[in-house]
């Protein structure tokens, strides 16, 4: 079984900083895409900021500048430190990642439960 934990998330005032962490665990063989999405009250949920095993790294327009995702291999863990936040900001953080599981003959994705952050003005 594959888990994604997601921490970090809460309340905090406007241009405030907050920084999400999520641990993948369980039977894995590779972890290849992991990323952040958001989806606020009685919206869709959307992409902010994904990473390659690689480390290239493509973000939402609206967090450009402002969030930056990072991994650590070993840990299988990733992160999103979240500056000069906004109340548009506001929003339920999931963490997603594609995922081989050993054994497995393809991969998969896998998502978090999700923290809240909000953002308050």
């Known amino acids: 079984q594959v888990q994604l934990v997601e921490s970090g998330g809460g309340l905090v005032q406007t241009g405030g900083s907050l920084r999400l962490s999520c641990v993948a665990s369980?039977?894995?063989?590779?972890?290849?895409?992991m990323a952040w999405y958001r989806q606020a009250p009685g919206k869709q949920r959307e992409l902010v900021a994904a990473i390659t095993s690689l480390g290239r790294k493509n973000y939402a327009d609206s967090v450009k500048g402002r969030f930056t995702i990072s991994r650590d291999g070993a840990k299988n863990t990733v992160y999103l430190q979240m500056n000069s936040l906004k109340p548009e900001d506001t929003a339920v953080y999931y963490c997603?990642?594609?995922?081989?599981?050993?054994?497995?003959?393809?991969?998969?994705?896998?998502w978090g439960q999700g923290t809240q952050v909000t953002v308050s003005s």
């Open positions: 369980g039977s894995i063989f590779s972890i290849n895409v």
């Open positions: 997603k990642a594609n995922i081989t599981p050993r054994l497995a003959h393809q991969s998969y994705d896998y």
